[in-house]
Protein backbone atom coordinates (compact mmCIF):
# COMPACT_ATOMS: atom_id res chain seq x y z
CA UNK A 1 0.00 0.00 0.00
CA UNK A 2 1.28 3.80 -0.85
CA UNK A 3 0.44 6.65 1.38
CA UNK A 4 3.81 8.26 0.69
CA UNK A 5 1.99 10.21 -2.29
CA UNK A 6 -0.72 11.75 -0.11
CA UNK A 7 2.19 14.03 1.91
CA UNK A 8 0.87 14.07 4.57
CA UNK A 9 3.23 16.46 7.03
CA UNK A 10 3.21 16.88 10.80
CA UNK A 11 3.27 20.10 11.65
CA UNK A 12 2.71 19.91 15.13
CA UNK A 13 4.45 20.98 18.32
CA UNK A 14 6.83 18.75 20.03
CA UNK A 15 4.83 17.04 23.04
CA UNK A 16 7.50 16.77 25.98
CA UNK A 17 7.73 14.13 29.10
CA UNK A 18 5.64 16.45 31.22
CA UNK A 19 2.74 16.59 28.68
CA UNK A 20 2.51 12.88 28.77
CA UNK A 21 2.74 13.10 32.62
CA UNK A 22 0.08 15.71 33.13
CA UNK A 23 -2.01 14.04 30.55
CA UNK A 24 -2.13 10.99 32.49
CA UNK A 25 -3.04 12.39 35.48
CA UNK A 26 -6.35 14.15 33.97
CA UNK A 27 -7.23 11.12 32.59
CA UNK A 28 -6.53 9.27 36.08
CA UNK A 29 -8.24 12.20 37.84
CA UNK A 30 -11.78 11.55 35.54
CA UNK A 31 -11.54 14.39 33.59
CA UNK A 32 -12.64 15.37 29.96
CA UNK A 33 -9.31 15.57 28.08
CA UNK A 34 -9.16 17.70 24.92
CA UNK A 35 -5.39 16.49 23.20
CA UNK A 36 -4.10 16.22 19.35
CA UNK A 37 -3.89 13.00 17.64
CA UNK A 38 -2.50 12.73 14.34
CA UNK A 39 -5.71 13.10 12.61
CA UNK A 40 -7.78 15.97 14.65
CA UNK A 41 -8.14 17.10 18.46
CA UNK A 42 -10.57 14.79 20.20
CA UNK A 43 -12.67 15.00 23.76
CA UNK A 44 -11.00 12.46 25.63
CA UNK A 45 -12.21 10.14 29.00
CA UNK A 46 -12.80 6.80 31.04
CA UNK A 47 -15.18 8.41 33.48
CA UNK A 48 -18.68 8.46 33.00
CA UNK A 49 -18.26 12.39 34.29
CA UNK A 50 -15.98 12.86 31.40
CA UNK A 51 -17.73 11.14 28.84
CA UNK A 52 -21.47 12.43 29.40
CA UNK A 53 -19.76 16.04 29.19
CA UNK A 54 -18.19 15.15 25.78
CA UNK A 55 -21.80 14.18 24.22
CA UNK A 56 -23.37 17.01 25.80
CA UNK A 57 -20.72 19.31 24.71
CA UNK A 58 -20.63 18.03 20.86
CA UNK A 59 -24.55 18.03 20.95
CA UNK A 60 -23.75 14.16 20.12
CA UNK A 61 -26.66 11.43 19.68
CA UNK A 62 -26.13 8.38 22.32
CA UNK A 63 -26.62 6.25 19.55
CA UNK A 64 -23.71 7.45 18.18
CA UNK A 65 -20.70 5.30 20.07
CA UNK A 66 -17.69 6.45 21.11
CA UNK A 67 -14.35 4.98 19.66
CA UNK A 68 -11.59 3.37 21.78
CA UNK A 69 -7.98 5.09 21.46
CA UNK A 70 -5.95 2.36 20.79
CA UNK A 71 -2.83 0.71 19.71
CA UNK A 72 -2.49 -2.86 18.76
CA UNK A 73 -1.68 -4.44 22.07
CA UNK A 74 -5.01 -2.26 23.28
CA UNK A 75 -6.86 -3.68 20.29
CA UNK A 76 -6.22 -7.56 21.06
CA UNK A 77 -7.49 -6.74 25.18
CA UNK A 78 -10.78 -5.05 23.84
CA UNK A 79 -11.67 -7.29 20.60
CA UNK A 80 -11.76 -10.34 19.09
CA UNK A 81 -9.55 -10.46 15.75
CA UNK A 82 -11.01 -13.62 13.69
CA UNK A 83 -7.44 -14.73 12.79
CA UNK A 84 -4.01 -13.99 11.81
CA UNK A 85 -4.30 -13.14 8.16
CA UNK A 86 -7.01 -10.49 9.19
CA UNK A 87 -4.47 -9.47 12.49
CA UNK A 88 -1.34 -9.07 10.06
CA UNK A 89 -2.68 -7.01 8.11
CA UNK A 90 -4.36 -5.02 10.22
CA UNK A 91 -0.77 -4.45 11.59
CA UNK A 92 0.68 -3.70 8.33
CA UNK A 93 -1.96 -1.10 7.37
CA UNK A 94 -1.79 0.69 10.79
CA UNK A 95 1.81 0.85 10.41
CA UNK A 96 1.48 2.71 7.21
CA UNK A 97 -1.57 5.01 8.16
CA UNK A 98 -3.90 6.27 10.20
CA UNK A 99 -6.71 2.94 10.79
CA UNK A 100 -9.92 2.55 12.88
CA UNK A 101 -11.55 -1.21 12.89
CA UNK A 102 -14.68 -2.09 13.78
CA UNK A 103 -14.61 -6.43 15.24
CA UNK A 104 -16.97 -8.41 17.54
CA UNK A 105 -15.71 -7.39 21.13
CA UNK A 106 -13.84 -9.23 23.62
CA UNK A 107 -16.69 -10.03 26.16
CA UNK A 108 -13.34 -10.80 28.91
CA UNK A 109 -11.55 -7.87 28.69
CA UNK A 110 -10.02 -6.26 31.61
CA UNK A 111 -9.69 -3.05 30.21
CA UNK A 112 -13.56 -3.17 29.11
CA UNK A 113 -14.54 -4.28 32.58
CA UNK A 114 -12.85 -1.35 34.46
CA UNK A 115 -15.73 1.03 32.33
CA UNK A 116 -18.55 2.13 34.15
CA UNK A 117 -21.76 0.07 33.05
CA UNK A 118 -23.08 3.32 30.80
CA UNK A 119 -19.73 3.98 29.43
CA UNK A 120 -19.35 0.34 28.15
CA UNK A 121 -22.59 0.82 26.46
CA UNK A 122 -21.49 4.04 24.89
CA UNK A 123 -18.19 1.65 23.24
CA UNK A 124 -19.87 -1.32 23.09
CA UNK A 125 -22.58 -1.64 20.20
CA UNK A 126 -24.35 -5.06 19.31
CA UNK A 127 -21.39 -6.45 20.67
CA UNK A 128 -19.07 -4.63 18.37
CA UNK A 129 -16.00 -2.30 19.46
CA UNK A 130 -14.74 0.75 17.00
CA UNK A 131 -10.48 0.67 17.61
CA UNK A 132 -8.79 3.76 16.52
CA UNK A 133 -4.84 2.93 15.43
CA UNK A 134 -1.66 4.74 15.01
CA UNK A 135 -2.98 7.81 16.58
CA UNK A 136 0.16 9.65 16.75
CA UNK A 137 3.51 10.08 18.98
CA UNK A 138 1.72 11.94 22.04
CA UNK A 139 -1.73 10.10 22.23
CA UNK A 140 0.31 6.84 21.60
CA UNK A 141 2.68 7.70 24.93
CA UNK A 142 -0.59 8.30 26.90
CA UNK A 143 -2.43 5.46 25.94
CA UNK A 144 0.43 3.09 26.79
CA UNK A 145 1.36 4.44 30.06
CA UNK A 146 -2.62 4.33 31.05
CA UNK A 147 -3.01 0.64 29.54
CA UNK A 148 -0.78 -0.14 32.36
CA UNK A 149 -2.68 1.18 34.82
CA UNK A 150 -5.57 -0.74 33.83
CA UNK A 151 -7.56 2.70 32.32
CA UNK A 152 -8.58 2.91 28.11
CA UNK A 153 -9.26 6.00 26.49
CA UNK A 154 -12.44 6.56 24.60
CA UNK A 155 -14.09 9.62 23.12
CA UNK A 156 -14.61 11.64 20.18
CA UNK A 157 -13.52 14.19 17.82
CA UNK A 158 -13.59 17.79 19.14
CA UNK A 159 -15.94 19.17 16.72
CA UNK A 160 -19.62 19.88 16.78
CA UNK A 161 -21.09 16.81 15.33
CA UNK A 162 -21.31 15.66 11.54
CA UNK A 163 -19.28 18.79 10.64
CA UNK A 164 -15.63 17.35 9.73
CA UNK A 165 -12.08 17.14 11.66
CA UNK A 166 -10.46 19.85 13.36
CA UNK A 167 -6.75 19.98 12.72
CA UNK A 168 -5.78 23.37 15.05
CA UNK A 169 -6.41 24.05 18.70
CA UNK A 170 -7.52 27.64 17.51
CA UNK A 171 -10.45 26.14 15.41
CA UNK A 172 -12.21 24.45 18.21
CA UNK A 173 -15.38 26.25 19.13
CA UNK A 174 -15.29 28.11 21.97
CA UNK A 175 -17.75 25.85 24.15
CA UNK A 176 -16.16 22.40 22.98
CA UNK A 177 -12.47 24.04 24.69
CA UNK A 178 -14.73 25.42 27.90
CA UNK A 179 -15.90 22.10 28.62
CA UNK A 180 -12.15 20.60 28.83
CA UNK A 181 -11.06 19.68 32.15
CA UNK A 182 -7.30 19.69 30.93
CA UNK A 183 -6.02 20.72 27.22
CA UNK A 184 -2.87 20.83 25.16
CA UNK A 185 -1.99 22.68 22.41
CA UNK A 186 0.34 20.71 19.85
CA UNK A 187 -0.13 22.89 16.74
CA UNK A 188 -1.69 21.45 13.74
CA UNK A 189 -2.41 17.78 12.79
CA UNK A 190 -0.65 15.90 10.73
CA UNK A 191 -3.61 14.68 8.53
CA UNK A 192 -5.21 17.74 8.09
CA UNK A 193 -7.18 18.10 4.75
CA UNK A 194 -9.22 20.77 3.19
CA UNK A 195 -12.45 17.96 3.56
CA UNK A 196 -11.82 18.36 6.65
CA UNK A 197 -11.63 13.75 6.61
CA UNK A 198 -11.30 11.77 9.46
CA UNK A 199 -9.98 8.03 9.59
CA UNK A 200 -10.87 5.40 7.38
CA UNK A 201 -13.26 3.28 9.48
CA UNK A 202 -12.71 -0.58 7.92
CA UNK A 203 -15.51 -3.06 9.35
CA UNK A 204 -14.90 -6.77 9.66
CA UNK A 205 -17.98 -7.84 11.07
CA UNK A 206 -19.48 -7.30 7.51
CA UNK A 207 -16.92 -6.69 5.34
CA UNK A 208 -17.41 -2.80 4.33
CA UNK A 209 -16.03 0.62 4.54
CA UNK A 210 -18.13 2.39 7.70
CA UNK A 211 -16.36 5.67 6.45
CA UNK A 212 -13.99 6.48 3.50
CA UNK A 213 -11.56 9.05 5.32
CA UNK A 214 -8.04 9.86 4.67
CA UNK A 215 -6.32 7.26 2.36
CA UNK A 216 -8.88 5.27 1.89
CA UNK A 217 -7.78 4.97 -1.50
CA UNK A 218 -4.83 3.04 -0.24
CA UNK A 219 -6.84 1.02 2.23
CA UNK A 220 -9.41 -0.36 0.52
CA UNK A 221 -7.82 -2.54 -2.31
CA UNK A 222 -5.87 -4.27 0.56
CA UNK A 223 -9.39 -4.64 2.62
CA UNK A 224 -11.10 -6.11 -0.61
CA UNK A 225 -7.92 -8.33 -1.30
CA UNK A 226 -8.62 -9.03 2.10
CA UNK A 227 -11.99 -10.12 2.14
CA UNK A 228 -11.79 -12.24 -0.91
CA UNK A 229 -9.69 -14.31 0.82
CA UNK A 230 -11.67 -15.24 3.82
Same mark, same amino acid.
Given at each position: ?? /?H??????????????? /?R?S??????GS @???L??????? +? $? #?????? &?R???????????????? &? %?N?D?? *??????????? %???????????? $??????V????? @?? %???????? #?Q? /??? #???? /???????? @???????? *??? %? @? +????????????G?I????? &???? $????????????R????????????I?N????????? #????????????? +?????
Amino acid at each position: MN /VHSMHYEDSGTAHTEHD /VRASCDAFAAGS @LVLLKGDIGYG +L $L #GHSERA &IRKMYDAKGRVHTNPCIV &I %GNLDIL *REVALVPNDVI %GDWIAATAAETT $LAVVLPVNPHSK @LL %GKLSPWVY #GQT /VTN #GTIA /VFLNVGPF @LEDVIARL *RTA %G @L +LVVGSSANPSSQGNIYQFED &IPAT $LREAADFAIDHGRSKYANPERNATTIVNFTNWSLKRR #GVNWEAIEPGFLA +LQAQS
